[in-house]
């Protein structure tokens, strides 16, 4: 790289390049970092927060996380961007994140201001990355002015929310966080009117298949830091076969939605399929940090005794909406033509999770824990039989 281009070269929107690639930066990998951090202190917050309010808040927060790492990763899609503010402004947003991750566990307290102040920062960086991108030309310059406006406007919203009484406090916080998505598709406000807000696909999708693998990994720190704390000298052989059990099924999990629609491309670049792609990830990666903590819920629990009954809900209603967000978002993918991945499986997966969310507590855990198992290695199990039957069945006729 020369040395002028690294130390101060203006962003550059990807349409106006003559030769780009859609692979992933090692700065955005870098920024992916702290986010194991933080999704892992997220998790430990729900499982100290088992009840409807601790749910509501770990919804709240992990949205208001969520959009962090996506808008990063949207503005690092629509424009190149490499040089050295870029890159200071990306360390400082590193930093903004691990302030929130060390507030998450008294954030209905104390630990308040200290989020909102490093997330209200982390947006104004957002507008700093777009006010530089304002002049590459003409073209691009109404939308990059307007998602700076956008987001140093979002970044006061939470700097007051800092300062505010709870819950009023709160409530502009969300408020906040509800405006980052509708920013974006109000009607003829939103910034999907404009011809140039369309990431790069292979980007987007490989950037979800990331944070996909991020998640899920934080399933196995959850499960391994909850083994260790417990001693696992201590545990019962039913207890370790529940965990072997776990670790199986988040490898499962990342099976399942790599084989389906883990970095395939939206069919098309229309805004409904885009929006649907967009939110069917959102969901199905609520999911996963849900499934993840619940199966530290194996550590509690030998064989015969029931799954602890917080634990067994979020595993049961996150397989469930796992399953039927992956669904929806098979139908936004580009490759989604064969007949392996049928809506009767997964429809069947989802009903077995239900069923096992209505049994837990009168069934020991080898029960629902088996009922669990069949719902999820059934996607992976039914296809893969479904592709041998076939692929016999045409031997015989070559």
């Given at each position: 790289m020369v040395v002028s281009d690294l130390l101060w070269r203006r962003p550059r929107h990807y349409m106006d390049v003559d030769e780009t690639h859609d692979r992933v930066h090692w700065v955005e990998l870098f920024f992916d970092l702290v986010h194991v951090v933080t999704i892992f202190i997220l998790g430990n917050y729900l499982s100290h927060h088992l009840g409807w309010q601790g749910f509501w808040v770990f919804t709240g927060l992990f949205l208001a996380?969520?959009?962090?790492?996506?808008?990063?990763?949207?503005?690092?899609?629509?424009?190149?961007?490499?040089?050295?503010?870029h890159r200071v402004a990306m360390a400082l947003k590193i930093v903004t994140m691990m302030t929130v991750a060390a507030a998450i566990p008294d954030v209905g307290g104390e630990g308040w201001t200290y989020f909102a102040l490093a997330y209200a920062l982390n947006r104004a960086l957002t507008a700093y990355l777009y006010w530089r991108a304002r002049c590459t030309d003409n073209a691009t310059n109404a939308l990059a002015q307007e998602q700076a406006r956008n987001f140093f406007v979002l970044a006061g919203v939470f700097a007051l929310s800092a300062f505010l009484p709870t819950p009023v406090a709160y409530w502009v916080f969300a408020a906040g966080v509800a405006a980052i998505q509708?920013?974006?598709?109000?009607?003829?406000?939103?910034?999907l009117r404009f011809e140039r807000f369309v990431p790069q696909l292979g980007h987007i999708s490989e950037r979800f298949g990331l944070l996909m693998l991020i998640l899920l990994g934080e399933g196995f720190f959850k499960l391994v830091v909850t083994l260790a704390e417990k001693g696992v000298y201590s545990v019962s052989a039913g207890t370790l076969f529940n965990v072997t059990m776990g670790g199986l099924s988040l490898f499962a999990l990342a099976w399942t939605y790599f084989d389906c629609a883990g970095n395939e491309k939206p069919k098309s670049r229309t805004s409904a399929v885009l929006l649907r792609y967009w939110f069917a990830h959102i969901v199905i990666l609520w999911s996963a940090v849900t499934i993840g903590v619940a199966l530290a819920g194996e550590v509690y629990v030998g064989l015969w005794e029931p799954y602890p009954p917080g634990y067994a809900a979020l595993g049961s209603v996150g397989l469930a909406v796992f399953l039927a967000s992956l669904w929806a978002l098979r139908r936004t993918v580009a490759d989604a033509t064969d007949n392996y991945h049928s809506a009767g499986l997964r429809l069947f997966g989802i009903v077995m999770a239900l069923v096992v969310l209505a049994v837990h507590p009168l069934v020991p855990s080898i029960v629902s824990n088996?009922?669990?198992v069949l719902a999820l290695f059934s996607q992976i199990g039914v296809p893969i039989f479904l592709a041998v039957r076939d692929a016999r069945r045409s031997d015989k006729i070559l």
């Amino acid at each position: 790289m020369v040395v002028s281009d690294l130390l101060w070269r203006r962003p550059r929107h990807y349409m106006d390049v003559d030769e780009t690639h859609d692979r992933v930066h090692w700065v955005e990998l870098f920024f992916d970092l702290v986010h194991v951090v933080t999704i892992f202190i997220l998790g430990n917050y729900l499982s100290h927060h088992l009840g409807w309010q601790g749910f509501w808040v770990f919804t709240g927060l992990f949205l208001a996380i969520f959009y962090a790492w996506a808008d990063s990763s949207v503005y690092n899609s629509l424009y190149i961007s490499t040089d050295m503010p870029h890159r200071v402004a990306m360390a400082l947003k590193i930093v903004t994140m691990m302030t929130v991750a060390a507030a998450i566990p008294d954030v209905g307290g104390e630990g308040w201001t200290y989020f909102a102040l490093a997330y209200a920062l982390n947006r104004a960086l957002t507008a700093y990355l777009y006010w530089r991108a304002r002049c590459t030309d003409n073209a691009t310059n109404a939308l990059a002015q307007e998602q700076a406006r956008n987001f140093f406007v979002l970044a006061g919203v939470f700097a007051l929310s800092a300062f505010l009484p709870t819950p009023v406090a709160y409530w502009v916080f969300a408020a906040g966080v509800a405006a980052i998505q509708l920013q974006y598709m109000l009607p003829r406000v939103g910034t999907l009117r404009f011809e140039r807000f369309v990431p790069q696909l292979g980007h987007i999708s490989e950037r979800f298949g990331l944070l996909m693998l991020i998640l899920l990994g934080e399933g196995f720190f959850k499960l391994v830091v909850t083994l260790a704390e417990k001693g696992v000298y201590s545990v019962s052989a039913g207890t370790l076969f529940n965990v072997t059990m776990g670790g199986l099924s988040l490898f499962a999990l990342a099976w399942t939605y790599f084989d389906c629609a883990g970095n395939e491309k939206p069919k098309s670049r229309t805004s409904a399929v885009l929006l649907r792609y967009w939110f069917a990830h959102i969901v199905i990666l609520w999911s996963a940090v849900t499934i993840g903590v619940a199966l530290a819920g194996e550590v509690y629990v030998g064989l015969w005794e029931p799954y602890p009954p917080g634990y067994a809900a979020l595993g049961s209603v996150g397989l469930a909406v796992f399953l039927a967000s992956l669904w929806a978002l098979r139908r936004t993918v580009a490759d989604a033509t064969d007949n392996y991945h049928s809506a009767g499986l997964r429809l069947f997966g989802i009903v077995m999770a239900l069923v096992v969310l209505a049994v837990h507590p009168l069934v020991p855990s080898i029960v629902s824990n088996g009922l669990w198992v069949l719902a999820l290695f059934s996607q992976i199990g039914v296809p893969i039989f479904l592709a041998v039957r076939d692929a016999r069945r045409s031997d015989k006729i070559l």
